[in-house]
């Protein structure tokens, strides 16, 4: 049994099954009709991404139980969309350290723009709270959670949008928030890490004919993200090294079918598939620090592990911090064990966060630093420590 977003699925190996109008598993996708097929019926991909996002809840309050317990938000802010066709709004939740609360004259607070997982089907922008408890411990930074909306009522690319319209927001209004827009880094889990380095690219692209104050995202920091929809489902599935392990084709179905719509979309588009983006767009437009977490069961292992390589080398050449956990699926660190958290999370946590305020700190006490030297020390390796740090 494994987790996705707090819900236990089943782990047994299901047949994969070629749908009506989809390509052969094993051929590479290029449109969205060839990875889901006749297109579903939307309603009827509403109704079941209903029910799993109410056992989601369910799983996600099991798992807040466990010690210690997460934070919840300071204060919400409601945003309107500028960038999305799909006009609306959608909030973010601020969790904010002591320090900020206790000294209303402090300023230039770093600030970590964090998006959950989920399939970009479910989940909520509470879900990573205890990522956030430990931002705020060890970052000393400002968490900004998004809620940025859900398929399959809002498909691609409307989170990516949204995800970019938050930092937006975040720089535009960071005099007032008391936050520091040269400070920036991204977060994500699943879903969301793609959209921590989505968002980037879309802001990037955004900039290029908008005017938008200065600012600086120094950072990304994504965990177990999917980074190339060009792969097919069970080509990730049978290259895993543990197929059994997997997320269930129920889930993985639902989610494409959900996000990848029209059935025409291009799957090699850079704010879908960051993988399948050119060298130049990556340099341009993604931050000069990467934090890479993969998961060794999960099947989007080789794509995660390629991309993070493929950032440190030239002529891309970011820092890249690669880490692959042992021994876990995808999304085990939201299990929904109400006695404990799961496994090496905390300690997992604790490290990401380590990195990212040596990254503020250092971009705080020498603004031009990272355009001065190319390189930072680098921790990347295949194998992580174990969880006694041999």
């Given at each position: 049994?494994?987790?996705?977003?707090?819900?236990?699925?089943?782990?047994?190996?299901?047949?994969?099954?070629?749908?009506?109008?989809?390509v052969?598993?094993?051929?590479k996708?290029?449109?969205?009709?060839?990875?889901?097929?006749?297109?579903?019926?939307?309603?009827?991909?509403?109704?079941?991404?209903?029910?799993?996002?109410?056992?989601?809840?369910?799983?996600?309050?099991?798992?807040?139980?466990?010690s210690?317990?997460?934070?919840?938000?300071?204060?919400?802010?409601?945003?309107?969309?500028?960038?999305?066709?799909?006009?609306?709004?959608?909030?973010?939740?601020?969790?904010?350290?002591?320090?900020?609360?206790?000294?209303?004259?402090?300023?230039?607070?770093?600030?970590?723009?964090?998006?959950?997982?989920?399939?970009f089907?479910?989940g909520?922008?509470?879900?990573?709270a205890?990522?956030?408890?430990?931002?705020?411990?060890?970052?000393?930074?400002?968490?900004?959670?998004?809620?940025y909306?859900?398929?399959?009522?809002?498909?691609?690319?409307?989170?990516?949008?949204?995800?970019?319209?938050?930092?937006?927001?975040?720089?535009?209004n960071?005099?007032?928030?008391?936050?520091?827009?040269?400070?920036?880094?991204?977060?994500?889990?699943?879903?969301?890490?793609?959209?921590?380095?989505?968002?980037?690219?879309?802001?990037?692209?955004?900039?290029?004919?908008?005017?938008?104050?200065?600012?600086?995202?120094?950072?990304?920091?994504?965990?177990?993200?999917?980074?190339?929809?060009?792969?097919?489902?069970?080509?990730r599935?049978?290259?895993?090294?543990?197929?059994?392990?997997?997320?269930?084709?129920?889930?993985?179905?639902?989610?494409?079918?959900?996000?990848?719509?029209?059935?025409?979309?291009?799957?090699?588009?850079?704010?879908?598939?960051?993988?399948?983006?050119?060298?130049?767009?990556?340099?341009?437009?993604?931050?000069?620090?990467?934090?890479?977490?993969?998961?060794?069961?999960?099947?989007?292992?080789?794509?995660?592990?390629?991309?993070?390589?493929?950032?440190?080398?030239?002529?891309i050449?970011?820092?890249?911090?690669?880490?692959?956990?042992?021994?876990?699926?995808?999304?085990?660190?939201?299990?929904?064990?109400?006695?404990?958290?799961?496994?090496?999370?905390?300690?997992?946590?604790?490290?990401?966060?380590?990195?990212?305020?040596?990254?503020?700190?250092?971009?705080?006490?020498?603004?031009?630093?990272?355009?001065?030297?190319?390189?930072?020390?680098?921790?990347?390796?295949?194998?992580?420590?174990?969880?006694?740090?041999?």
């Open positions: 049994m494994q987790t996705v977003e707090g819900i236990p699925v089943p782990t047994k190996s299901n047949p994969e099954k070629v749908l009506e109008g989809q052969s598993p094993y051929e996708p290029k449109k969205a009709k060839d990875k889901t097929g006749a297109p579903p019926s939307r309603f009827s991909l509403r109704m079941t991404a209903g029910w799993w996002r109410s056992l989601q809840c369910v799983g996600m309050g099991l798992h807040f139980l466990a210690p317990r997460p934070p919840n938000p300071d204060f919400v802010k409601f945003i309107p969309s500028t960038l999305a066709s799909k006009k609306g709004r959608f909030s973010l939740q601020f969790y904010l350290p002591e320090a900020y609360k206790k000294d209303p004259s402090s300023d230039k607070w770093p600030v970590v723009v964090n998006f959950h997982g989920g399939g089907t479910l909520s922008a509470t879900d990573d205890r990522f956030a408890r430990v931002v705020l411990d060890k970052c000393h930074a400002v968490f900004v959670s998004v809620d909306r859900l398929a399959p009522e809002f498909p691609f690319p409307t989170a990516v949008d949204d995800g970019a319209d938050a930092i937006l927001y975040i720089i535009e960071a005099a007032k928030l008391r936050l520091d827009c040269n400070r920036i880094a991204t977060s994500g889990f699943s879903a969301g890490g793609n959209i921590a380095i989505t968002a980037p690219i879309r802001l990037f692209d955004h900039c290029k004919t908008a005017k938008v104050p200065e600012y600086r995202i120094i950072a990304i920091a994504t965990w177990y993200p999917i980074t190339d929809y060009t792969l097919s489902r069970a080509e599935r049978a290259l895993a090294l543990r197929p059994e392990a997997t997320l269930p084709p129920t889930l993985t179905n639902l989610f494409d079918a959900s996000y990848l719509f029209p059935p025409d979309l291009n799957l090699s588009h850079p704010w879908l598939s960051p993988s399948r983006a050119s060298d130049e767009m990556l340099k341009e437009s993604i931050p000069p620090n990467v934090i890479f977490y993969t998961c060794e069961w999960d099947m989007l292992l080789n794509e995660g592990e390629e991309l993070a390589h493929r950032l440190q080398q030239p002529p050449s970011k820092n890249v911090y690669y880490t692959m956990v042992t021994g876990v699926a995808h999304g085990w660190d939201k299990g929904p064990n109400p006695m404990k958290p799961p496994p090496k999370c905390e300690k997992l946590y604790a490290e990401c966060c380590k990195t990212l305020h040596s990254i503020f700190k250092e971009d705080e006490t020498h603004p031009s630093f990272l355009d001065i030297l190319p390189k930072l020390p680098q921790i990347l390796h295949s194998k992580p420590k174990d969880e006694n740090g041999e």
